[in-house]
């Protein structure tokens, strides 16, 4: 399994494809669905991450951090 540095090179690059003007339909298709896959997956691991810092925060009795605004919309979006 790609670790997370990998996945977010990944999709660096389907990006960098993306943008190109002589892509085929097919191919850009291709790309896009690959890249929504791997922004899912980054996605993930990410929440995991926040969800352990914050576990650790509380466990030391810090305050817990704000909930991102963005994520019901991303969420909704994938």
Same mark, same amino acid.
């Given at each position: 399994?790609?670790? !997370?540095? =990998?996945?977010? /090179?990944? @999709?660096?690059? &389907?990006? +960098? +494809? $993306?943008?190109?003007?002589? &892509?085929?339909? =097919?191919? @850009? ?5 690959? %890249?929504?896959? $791997? ?10 991450? /926040?969800?352990?810092?914050? +576990? +650790?925060?509380? #466990? $030391? %009795? $810090?305050?817990? !951090?704000? #909930?991102?605004? /963005?994520?019901?919309? !991303? =969420?909704? /979006?994938?």
């Amino acid at each position: 399994m790609p670790s !997370f540095e =990998e996945n977010l /090179n990944n @999709l660096a690059e &389907i990006v +960098k +494809k $993306l943008e190109d003007q002589n &892509i085929s339909l =097919e191919d @850009l298709v291709k790309y896009y669905t690959n %890249g929504l896959e $791997l922004a899912k997956e980054c996605y993930q691991v990410l929440n995991e991450k /926040n969800a352990l810092v914050v +576990k +650790k925060m509380t #466990e $030391l %009795g $810090l305050e817990d !951090f704000k #909930e991102d605004t /963005n994520q019901q919309d !991303f =969420e909704e /979006n994938m």
